[in-house]
């Protein structure tokens, strides 16, 4: 995996949170199979640099929120089931905003998993096929591509 903004902490993280909020296995490819960390890191590389930062600083801030809690752990040594449970109680909380960022960064989780061409596949949407599709239509109807 080749990034151009994300540390490897933050693909980690990021990895973790998709893998959390997607549970894609067994019946779709594990996150680490799929184009999601490369993606959000491609958007982050696009996005206004205030923004990178921001999301960047959000994805830490995500990572050691349950050390503030019983467990006392960073995210990524939760399980599966552990991290759904705080993901859910921070999107749930009292202070709108902290939900709202993490709703955020669980909706471009989403965007990244089943953005990626095999997944997308997998769920019966071929985007190959509706391009070439696309192309048809056009050229039945004389327009301009």
């Not at 779709?28 to 590389?45: C, H, I, M, Q, Y």
């Not at 989403?110 to 599709?133: C, H, K, Q, S, T």
Request: aromatic share 6%.
């Amino acid at each position: 995996m080749r990034l151009r903004v994300l540390t490897p902490r933050e693909a980690s993280i990021f990895a973790c949170i998709t893998d959390s909020v997607v549970v894609p296995e067994p019946l779709l490819p594990a996150v680490r199979d799929t184009s999601a960390v490369e993606f959000f890191d491609w958007w982050l590389g696009r996005s206004p640099r205030r923004n990178a930062i921001a999301l960047r600083a959000l994805l830490y801030a995500i990572e050691l929120s349950p050390l503030a809690g019983p467990g006392r752990t960073r995210l990524r040594r939760l399980h599966r089931q552990a991290r759904r449970d705080h993901l859910a109680r921070l999107q749930a909380l009292g202070q709108p905003q902290l939900g709202q960022l993490t709703k955020l960064v669980a909706q471009l989780a989403f965007l990244a998993y089943y953005g990626d061409d095999a997944v997308m596949r997998r769920v019966g949407y071929d985007p190959d096929e509706r391009i070439a599709r696309g192309r048809e239509l056009r050229a039945a109807e004389a327009r301009a591509l």
